[in-house]
């Protein structure tokens, strides 16, 4: 586009007069403003609305939830669930006999007796796998010189002993 100064033109004749309409070619040109660099303008101001803050709570919610599992995650942890609970209920499916005997308990670390093992070991003798005490018994067993006329006890003569009498076997 070329732009000229007025000065420099030809000089023409005297428009005719018309009732203040010009034709397009009749039109005064308006003046072209400078370019100016359009400068970025300033980061707004957040909306403090309840939209805004709305958001902000989705947000902050999704750093605190868990991720969701896909539903292929999910039926595996289904189906993980439903096998340890189907092993549970077989067990209890099994059949149960209570039997009666006597078996020693074994003394555990912190001095408590510890009878599972006595009733695996009475179930055992009975020809089962392995049991679970039912009833137990204590009995106090001394050395032989407790019972001499005149003996003072002493600590660490005697000793409780515990036993498995009944046992749930499978």
């Known amino acids: 586009m070329l732009a000229t100064a007025p ?33 970025p303008s300033p980061p707004r101001d957040e909306n403090p ?3 805004n803050e709305i958001g902000k709570l989705f947000e902050k919610s999704k750093s605190l939830l868990p991720p969701l599992k896909s539903p292929s995650e999910t039926i595996d ?36 007796p510890d009878c599972k093992a006595g009733a695996d070991r009475l179930c055992q003798s009975k020809g089962y796998k392995e049991g679970k005490s039912l009833d ?16 003072k ?11 498995v009498t009944r046992a749930l076997c499978q």
């Open 77 to 112: 942890d289904f189906n993980a669930r439903t096998k340890d609970a189907g092993q549970s209920l077989s067990n209890m499916a099994k059949p149960s006999t209570m039997v009666s005997g006597r078996a020693a308990c074994l003394v555990s670390a912190n001095g408590a």
């Open 136 to 151: 137990t018994d204590a009995a106090e067993k001394c050395s032989p010189k407790v019972y001499l006329p005149g003996y």
């Open 7 to 39: 000065e420099a033109a030809w000089p023409q004749a005297a428009p005719p007069p018309s009732l203040g309409l010009q034709s397009p070619a009749q039109q005064p040109l308006p003046a072209q403003p400078e370019r100016q660099q359009i400068e």
């Open 153 to 163: 006890r002493q600590p660490g003569d005697c000793k409780n002993e515990n036993y």
């Open 49 to 51: 609305g309840l939209i």
